[in-house]
Structures are given as C-alpha cells and as structure tokens.
C-alpha cells in the first residue's frame, strides 16, 4: 500500500467577492510528488459530505498508480476541495453562511470557491500555480455541476478531462427530476442529525437504510469530520448539551437540493463541455435516487450531448463513492489510463 502524505490547505477570505474560508486537503505520495508531468486531480464531494470523504478512494487511486515495469506512474497529486457550508468549513464560515445563504445554497457558490482556490496563485492556498498543472476535475453529484459551472468564470481554469459520478445534473420539466427532488429534500428534513455521542452516532448510522450500505472506512471518516460538537454544548449546565450533530446542517442540505443551477445552469454547462473536453460518466447501477431515463439523458445526441464514456459499479447507486470507493477508484484509474495514453499519443 502506498504511504499516502495529507497535507491540509486553506484561502482565506478575501473581500465581499469571496467571503469564505475555503478548504482542501492535498495527498500524494514521495513517487507521485516526482512526477512533475502528471496529473492532478481535483476532487469536489457531493451534499452531505465533507473533505475526506475521498481518501479511500484516493488511496487506492494512488496504490493502483505506483510504478511498475509494466506502468509508469501518470497521477502527480490530488486536491480535495471542501464545499465551504459542509465539514470542517461549515463551522469557520458559519457567521458569513448565516449573513448571506441562511436560506438558499446556490451551485455557483461551490463553482465560484473550487475556482477561487484554484486560481489564487502560488503564493495563496494550495501554493501551486495550477495553470502550469494538467488537471483532471472529477466531482460526486453536486460536485460534478459546481464542476460544469466553473466553464463560464474568468480567468479560465484549463481542464484536461471532468470525471463525473452520478453527477447531480438535470433537465427541470422532467418528471423524474421533480421526484428525485421531492425524495432527496424529505430524506434531508427527515434524517436524523442529533447524538449524544460519536459512538452513538456511529451505531446508529451503521443501522441506517442509507448509511449501512456505505464503506465501513469511509463510515468511519464520516463519523470523524461530518460530525461536530452540538451548539448548544455552548450553554452552562444544567441546559448545556454536549452530544454531536452533522457539520453540515438539513437547512443548508436541503438549500442545495433547491438551486435551480442543478437542473438548468449546469446541464447547459455540462452540453458544452462534452464538445469542448473529454467528459467521462460514472453510474452507480442502482436507481436509489432517480430512474435510468435520468442517466440516459446525460447521452442524449439529439441535444448535443457527447460524453467521452459511460461507465457502471455494480453494487452501487448516488452514493457510489460512499458505497464502493475502491471500485469507484479502479473506474477512474482505467479513465486515466486511457486519458494519458491519448495526450501521451499528441506530444
């Protein structure tokens, strides 16, 4: 197994434009950190997550990348960037959240922060000016539109590919649409955010119709950074509660689910970018969340859209990534493969 370094990175808030703390987490290895002509991959999670939701996914990714005599390393690193109302970051920009989107979550905001990190130059942030960087953006749901979205924000930031899972896109006079929306919102209101402690939360979860399907290890890290000491933790006894809620609160979850960027900004993107890039889809075959004429629209030539493959993990639905993160990890390897083969075959 390859001895993955974690290095976590921050931009700090810079005027009214960009008013949030914007996180993210670097991981490479001692190999990769060598291999100045490879990929960097940016990762954007979906709702409900948080940073480090990719790292089992990330660690195989960069296990199955280690140089053999048959394989030459193509990965240099990755940056998993946090979307600033969920984990680690919902707490930092809670004053400005409440300010500006106590009720609304636009997709843009995601867009606009991936974009503001990236482009800070090599001074800010990461410390990598990525416009030198050949970068892959891969995004889950959500992640993936904020992703699309980045198309029309100045200065351009060069894409070599967009990897998408179960990207959370779609067209709003469909029916499908309304329902999946329907079912995600009530879920979100539904759900259980309140424990009195981790290991309840953790016993709980791994009980959950929802919950239970996911990776035990990436369970863990849920339990580990989607989780935060409760507000109310804050009050003198005997009215202090010193239990645990989700970093992400079900008013911000459910703001996400209402922008209408998911299902008209983005598939707009997302129609040109698969003219103008290599687009690769990745399906759960699971239909959790919506039928599979939702997917099939993501293909449909008729309306110009092209992407560059469509791939499936059995065992899986939206949650892919959540469910089977290392077979999420091989399809995107293969992707990548491909992907440098044919730049490889243009120099």
Known sequence: MATVISTPLSLKPHGSSSPFHILANKYSTKQSESNVDGLTLVF????????????????????????????????????????????ESALLNENAIAAQFSDSWPTRIIAESTHQFLTAGPGQGAGVNFADRKIVGIGHSIGAAALFLMRDIE????????????????????PATFKSSQMLTAWTWLRRDVWPTRKAAKKDLESSPVHSMWDPKVLDLFIKYG???HSAAKYKAPFAFAGVTTCASKAQEAACYRSEHLVVDAMNAYTLRTQELPVHIIFGKIHDVGPAELQDILSDKSACRYPASVSYIEGAGHLAVQQRPESVASCISSILVGLNTKVAGRL
């Open 155 to 174: 200065p351009a930031v060069r894409f070599h590919a967009i990897i998408a899972i179960e990207p959370g896109i779609s067209i709003k006079e469909h």
């Open 227 to 229: 989780l935060r000491t």
């Open 44 to 87: 954007l999670h979906a709702v409900g997550l948080h940073r480090e939701t990719w790292e089992v996914t990330i660690q195989k990714l960069l296990d199955l990348d280690q140089p053999s005599s048959a394989h030459k390393s193509i990965i240099r690193d990755t940056f998993s960037i946090e979307i600033p109302n969920h984990g």
